[in-house]
């Protein structure tokens, strides 16, 4: 089982930009998918990005496309997850996430994509303003 800490986030106006991070436990092996999903007040937990370590294959919901970059840091065991021009809507709850089939990742944006993956942070708040 991976451990998963996130950091980053916080509070921002829209338009603004965002980090979050993900910190593995444990050696992320090739193939492993790691992705960030989020989980706003009264709302179903859905995916936003993911990406396939090793091969550097990234996936993303709809409705973070262009704005949102997710990358890794192979030498530090982290994923990364670049916010830009956020909107208030992306205000949520951001959980780090890994399963160990890459194939997870190619159905992050589905619904209900959650229930693929086994190991989970604690989260992250992230908070946009209008």
């Known amino acids: 089982q991976v451990q998963l800490v996130e950091s980053g986030g916080g509070s921002v106006q829209a338009g603004g930009s965002l980090r979050l991070s993900c910190a593995a436990s444990?050696?992320?092996?090739?193939?492993?998918?790691i992705a960030w999903f989020r989980q706003a007040p009264g709302k179903e937990r859905e995916g936003v990005a993911a990406?396939?370590?090793?091969?550097?294959?990234?996936y993303y919901a709809k409705s973070v496309s262009g704005r949102f970059i997710i990358s890794q840091d192979t030498a530090e065991n982290t994923v990364n997850l670049r916010m830009s021009s956020l909107k208030p809507e992306d205000t949520a709850m951001y959980y780090c996430a890994a399963d160990r089939r890459a194939w997870s990742c190619m159905v992050v944006g589905d619904s209900s994509a959650d229930r693929w993956y086994n190991d989970w942070g604690q989260g992250a708040q992230v908070t946009v303003s209008s």
């Open positions: 444990s050696y992320i092996s090739r193939g492993d998918c």
């Open positions: 990406i396939v370590t090793g091969n550097g294959n990234t």
